[in-house]
Every structure is written in C-alpha cells, then in structure tokens.
C-alpha cells in the first residue's frame, strides 16, 4: 500500500482541484500531479473517473430547492452502496444549505454544490453511485495497515451526533450492526448504557457507518462497518485487540462483504472490560 499513489492525500487534494473539461492540470502548480499520473497508469484512470464525475454533475444540475432531509438521505444512500470516499463525497455533508445552493469561488466546491439540486434526479445518483463503486474497487488494505488507519481514523473522529438505535431514523439495511457481536452479549438485562449510528466519511477511503457505543462500566467504543475485504480476518470477534496504542485498541472481522472494525477508547484493560461488560440485548 505504502506505493499506491491514490493514498497520498495531496494528490488525491490536487485531482479534486482540477475542474472538468479545463486544462487545469496544466498549471505550473500541478506538476506533481502530472509526474505522479506518468508513472502510475491507475492514477491516470482515476484521473479520468473523477472528470467523468465532475462532469456528470454539471451535466445534472437542475436549479431547484433542497427539500428538507435531502443531506441524510444522501449520506445514507452513499453509504449503503459502499461507495469509495473521496474528497468530492466528503464534501457533500458540508455543501446541503436549507432552502438554496449558493455558488462560492472556490473550484473544490464549485461542481460538488451542483451535486446538491441534481440529487433529485435520481439517474444523476445512481450515475454518481456506480462512478464510486467503480473507484472504491481498486483500492485494497492489509491487515496492520487497516487497523493502524482505524485506530488514526477514531483518533480523529468526534463521533458526535448520530441517531439513536430504536429511533425514528435507523441506519440503513446495508449496513447492519454485527450479528457476531452481538451474540457476544447474552439475554438480559441492557449491556449498553448508549448505543448510536452515524454515517461516515473517509473511513479507509470509503462511506460506511459507524455505531458508537457506551458499555454498562463507562467504555467507550466505536464499530465501523464498511464494504471491504481484508485478508487473514475470520468471522469471529476477537475478545483481544489486535493492536493497542495505550489509548486505543482495535480488532477486526469479516462478515461476508462487510468489514467490522471495533475501536476501544483506551488500552487492552479497557478492552477487555468492555466485554466484561456484556450481559443484555441489543436494541
């Protein structure tokens, strides 16, 4: 992974700049993108995705308002389909105004704020859909870069908001929470004090959801599921972390297309005490 040219964030960062259709990538200050994309033919063929899906865009705006819940019907849809993160989707969340989609001078926003008023069309999704699919293929983890990346992933994240389970929003079908984790917990009294999902954005370089939780003796962890494969996972959940940092400990597995990636806000007593903790259903 370390020699895949799409996990380099600035060039990622200098593709999205690049507006369809323009000779942007002429400019002076995109010459490491130029030298990158002549030495790697897949970074090329990303190159050419995102223009077609900028283009796309364009070609399905329609100046119209956003209706209201447009934003989390969206995120929902895209994390369903296990779509590839990318800076264009990341941006999405940030781009729903109430009412209007105003324009703003800057060329990273300038085709995802079209996005917006196209998102009523549903051809224009499913055509935005299939474009991340056909991205998010390519890209693959081992095992101590996907826990490693999990572990960066929570540091950052500030698992604030989200849904609560049982509420009138629930995550969608696709991605459910774990039926091995869930086992783990025997019938009887509630083992979560707290227990919420939200979309999320980035994680391993896709869309998928996260289910934050808080056991009974005050841990706090988070369980990401995404559409991904990783090799040398089972399906079973390990009771210890397959990596501990001191403030973070990480396990994963494999249930079919799904990965499931448990993040323990502290080290391995912690993790170990979260389980401890079991005893009830999930709800």
């Known amino acids: 992974m370390g020699n895949d040219p799409n996990a380099d964030p600035r060039i990622v960062e200098a593709m999205e700049s690049c507006r369809p259709g323009s000779d942007d990538v002429s400019n002076p200050a995109m010459e490491p993108l130029r030298r990158r994309m002549s030495e790697s033919p897949e970074l090329a063929k990303t190159y050419q995705r995102l223009q077609r899906l900028d283009q796309a865009l364009a070609d399905a705006f329609c100046d119209v308002p956003v209706p209201e819940g447009l934003q989390d019907r969206i995120l929902a849809r895209l994390a369903a389909a296990g779509a590839r993160q990318s800076p264009c989707v990341g941006s999405l969340s940030r781009e729903v105004e109430k009412g209007s989609v105003h324009e703003t001078g800057s060329r990273r926003d300038w085709n995802r704020r079209w996005l917006i008023g196209a998102c009523t069309v549903a051809a224009a999704a499913a055509l935005v859909l299939g474009v991340l699919l056909d991205l998010q293929r390519s890209v693959e983890y081992s095992k101590p870069d996907m826990l490693n990346m999990a572990i960066e992933y929570f540091i ?67 369980v990401y599921v995404a559409r991904c494969s990783v090799d040398g996972l089972t399906a079973d959940v390990p009771l210890r972390p397959m990596l501990s940092t001191g403030q973070s400990s990480a396990s994963a597995w494999q249930e079919g297309s799904l990965l499931y990636v448990l993040v323990v806000d502290g080290g391995i007593q912690d993790y170990e005490r979260f389980f401890a903790a079991g005893g009830g259903p999930l709800t």
């Open 156 to 222: 950052n994240d500030p698992r604030e908001g989200g849904q609560p389970i049982g509420g009138p929003v629930q995550p969608p079908a696709e991605f459910p929470f774990s039926r091995a984790l869930k086992a783990i917990f025997a019938p009887g009294e509630a083992c979560f004090r707290e227990m919420r999902w939200r979309v999320v954005q980035g994680f391993l370089n896709r869309a998928g959801v996260a289910y934050d939780l808080v056991g009974r003796r005050g841990v706090s962890a988070t």
